[in-house]
């Protein structure tokens, strides 16, 4: 399940990367890694409150 949210997270930061004006490619890979990592969080977070 956290392989499928990392992709998921890093899709959205890929697709979020243009829209702040980010155009440098290596820019755009650490803005998606950082989306992905921050999903995770998200999702373990909540997974631990149950």
């Known amino acids: 399940m956290t392989i499928l949210i990392g992709i998921v997270g890093a899709v959205i930061g890929g697709q979020l990367a243009p829209i702040l ?26 997974r631990k409150k149950r």
């Open 21 to 46: 004006g980010i155009t440098n490619r290596f820019m755009m890979w650490v803005i998606a890694i950082v989306a992905a990592i921050v999903l995770l969080f998200i999702y373990e977070a909540m």
